[in-house]
């Protein structure tokens, strides 16, 4: 099976992975889920983050293909405008983003020429999609629950999950957000376990377990399946349904939920500016 090379960039503010995927044979490449820092007591932004990738990128002679999305994020502002901006390459992410535009476009009562078919991005992917990385074929699999369109992105022997999966002693992401299911995202956890078993899974955050003194992000179909402490072989759908649906009604809504969906559903870009000339960002009370 083919293996990607694969580099990761770890912010600690959002506890976010971001990848380099890289053809070895051809030097192309793909960003896989990019953070835009942002201040949420200021409203300040700043390119630490992707500044790195892209300097990586440009150190190794790399040519950048895509810029891919696992869904639209609510815990980080996504940098993918900008990176492109700096290195081209097309944006991708699954389908289904117009469920998640229809949703998040009444909660922030978005501007009349807020578009909800997904027409931000560069191009939107359906399930069982093939496309390549240079050389690399790329499989997209619909996997929501935690979003209507959560994507996992099977690139030769490794598979990129988004926020359906963490490690082992973390468990599964929530589903409680506007057009989140448990029973939804149980099934699409198993469609990542039908992959071989020694397929490389890579999450997109850590939160370090507890009793566990490192950030860690890279595990495998086999290793979820024997030890996720949430899904593993043995647990039924109903019994996940339970455990989700209570564990979900005790947990704070993420810190940057609200800046991070208004922004990543417009593809990474800012909402327009108003007639001052400045760019704002909403705070709906009572929505969430």
């Known amino acids: 099976m083919t293996k990607p090379d694969i580099k ?12 380099v995927v890289i053809d070895p044979d051809t030097k192309v490449c793909a960003v896989v889920d990019s953070v835009l820092d942002y ?19 440009k150190d190794k002679d790399l040519k950048l293909e895509w810029v891919l999305e696992t869904h639209v994020h609510a815990d980080h502002l996504s940098a993918a405008p900008y990176i492109q901006s700096v290195l081209g390459g097309k944006t991708g992410i699954g389908g289904h983003v117009a469920d998640v535009q229809k949703i998040f476009g009444e909660v922030f009562n978005a501007e ?21 990385i240079g050389k690399l074929e790329v499989k997209a699999i619909h996997t929501p629950g935690h979003t209507p369109a959560c994507m ?15 490690m082992p002693d973390y468990g599964t992401a929530r589903a409680d957000f506007p057009g989140g299911d448990a029973r939804t995202l149980y099934r699409s956890i198993k469609r990542i376990f039908d992959l071989p078993p020694e397929t490389r899974l890579f999450m997109c955050h850590d939160y370090k377990a507890p009793g566990r003194d490192e950030y860690k992000w890279e595990t495998t179909v086999a290793e979820e399946m024997s030890h996720n402490i949430h899904v ?13 649906e209570k564990r979900d009604a005790t947990l704070a809504m993420p810190r940057l939920i609200l800046p991070s969906v208004q922004v990543n559903m417009r593809a990474g870009n800012m909402p327009p500016p108003e007639d001052n000339g ?9 929505a969430l």
């Open 112 to 132: 009349e020429g807020f578009r909800r078919d997904g027409g931000q991005f560069g191009h939107l992917l359906e399930d069982g999609e093939t496309f390549n």
């Open 152 to 166: 996992t992105y099977v690139i030769g022997d490794a598979a990129f999950v988004g926020d359906t999966l963490f």
């Open 232 to 244: 593993k072989d043995g647990v039924t759908e109903g019994e996940f349904v339970a455990m989700r």
């Open 278 to 286: 400045k760019t704002y960002l909403k705070i709906p009370i009572d």
């Open 39 to 57: 201040d949420p007591a200021s409203g300040r932004t700043n390119r630490r983050s992707a500044d790195e990738i892209i300097k990586y990128i």
């Open 8 to 19: 990761a960039f770890f912010d600690e503010a959002t506890f976010t992975v971001s990848y």
